[in-house]
């Protein structure tokens, strides 16, 4: 069994920055691949940015050019570093983990809480 732990969500004024970070733990091949995705109220829950074991990443458009996702090969962890935040980004940020090849997304844990101000 996999388990996510998401953390440095909060409170930001537009413009401002956060990082948010991921820790996986538990069953997970060294070949897996690590995302974040968002739900804004009111809305569907989307990708936000992607990197694969190789270190390859893919954003959705809002996010490139603003956030950049990295990740901790050895400690199975990914941050999210987020720049520019502009009130439209307020959501819930959500890790998740495909924790070996084939494999689908895990169940959404808590996520953490991003909420930015203008």
């Known amino acids: 069994q996999v388990q996510l732990v998401e953390s440095g969500g909060g409170w930001v004024q537009a413009g401002g920055s956060l990082r948010l970070s991921c820790a996986a733990s538990?069953?997970?091949?060294?070949?897996?691949?690590m995302a974040w995705y968002r739900q804004a109220p009111g809305s569907q829950r989307e990708l936000v940015a992607i990197?694969?074991?190789?270190?390859?990443?893919n954003y959705a458009y809002f996010a490139k050019g603003r956030f950049t996702i990295s990740r901790n090969t050895a400690k199975n962890t990914a941050y999210l570093q987020m720049n520019s935040l502009e009130p439209e980004d307020t959501a819930v940020y959500y890790c998740?983990?495909?924790?070996?090849?084939?494999?689908?997304?895990?169940?959404w844990g808590q996520g953490t809480q991003v909420t930015v101000s203008s």
């Open positions: 998740n983990v495909r924790p070996f090849p084939g494999a689908a997304w895990l169940d």
């Open positions: 538990g069953r997970i091949s060294g070949d897996n691949v």
């Open positions: 990197i694969y074991n190789d270190g390859r990443t």
